[in-house]
């Protein structure tokens, strides 16, 4: 890829998005945003942004003129309780900004497309058990992936191959394993497990309660965002077309994650469990073999190492507000 190409980011006012906006244009490379809002956090870097609604074709149109490579982030989605109870809307509206972005890409001549899939795509009968067996990319098959959410990914991961296969159109596809770390939404119900956590903890002061939703075993990996959005380029510009994991495989419970905050916040909470609440499957972990041989190389950084400045700049945010109470840790 020329050093001055231009690039489109989807989402770029998304957590994801907006972190590698930031990581490209440090590369030299010109970025065009695109989203259906502002970055929340910290203004955009990105030499142009533009407010837009992808579920509409007209406007995917517009916004791949004159574009190298697309990075498609852009997705309705949030944490469990947000994709377990809006089945419909995720469905319908991801289905719409995927297909329309990749048929706007093709037919305005851009030469690389990236769709950002997710570990959401794997069969619920392979994440029965906390101490799960790392998920390979071939495992997706025979499918059951999560209602909505899980199965829209699914879908368009097929829709990249297809546009590849009948039209040589090149598409790449990285299937995330959760994300987290500083700038990304850490309260309004959308949030996921790091940030929530990391927002009750810093609410809460010694001897508090936690509340955690299930019963605290279930078992996930988390990926710094610096590994994220490096993984994410390197995958655009590897030869290899099929999907690609991109995680860890520090494989951590619920209260074992609470644990590593509580460690970072300096505090001792009790917990209590609320086995009503969602809580996703009960355990899902990485298996990084394919994405070490195709990159020769993974995500590096710890879990420890990458929660304690996603920590402390939620702590920032929230410390004009500190409060006691009883909080809530979702999955």
Request: glycine letters at 8%; one cysteine or more.
């Amino acid at each position: 890829m020329p050093t001055k190409a231009t690039i489109l980011v989807t989402g770029a006012g998304g957590f994801i998005g907006h972190h590698l906006v930031k990581y490209l244009a440090k590369r030299g490379c010109i970025v065009r945003g695109v989203d259906i809002k502002a970055p929340e956090y910290e203004p955009t870097p990105a030499a142009e942004f533009l407010i837009s609604d992808l579920r509409n074709q007209a406007e995917c149109s517009d916004v791949t003129q004159d574009i190298d490579e697309v990075y498609h982030l852009a997705a309705d989605m949030g944490g469990i309780g947000y994709i377990t109870s809006s089945h419909a809307a995720i469905a319908i509206y991801n289905t719409l900004i995927n297909a329309h972005m990749l048929h706007a890409a093709r037919e305005n001549g851009v030469r690389r497309f990236l769709f950002s899939s997710s570990a959401c795509i794997y069969p619920q009968h392979l994440q029965v058990k906390p101490d799960v067996a790392p998920l390979r990319e071939e495992d997706a098959f025979p499918a059951d992936p999560e209602e909505g959410y899980g199965l829209e990914k699914l879908y368009m991961e097929k829709l990249c191959q297809y546009f590849t296969e009948d039209w040589g159109f090149q598409t790449r596809v990285v299937r995330f394993h959760n994300v987290y770390g500083p700038l990304g939404t850490y309260d309004g119900g959308r949030e996921k497990a790091p940030a929530a956590i990391c927002r009750k903890v810093a609410m809460l002061v010694d001897n508090d309660e936690i509340e955690i939703w299930g019963d605290g075993k279930q078992t996930r990996s988390f990926m710094y965002i610096d590994d994220c959005v490096e993984g994410i380029y390197r995958i655009m510009h590897s030869d290899y077309r099929g999907p690609l994991n991109l995680g860890t495989d520090e494989l951590v419970s619920i209260d074992g994650l609470v644990d590593i905050i509580c460690t970072i916040a300096s505090k001792s909470l009790m917990k209590r469990y609320d086995t009503s609440r969602p809580q996703g499957v009960r355990g899902r972990n990485s298996d990084n073999s394919r994405l070490r041989a195709v990159l020769g190389w993974e995500p590096k950084i710890s879990l420890q190492e990458g929660l304690a400045p996603t920590y402390r700049w939620i702590e920032e945010c929230l410390s004009s507000q500190l409060r006691p109470g009883v909080q809530t840790a979702a999955e």
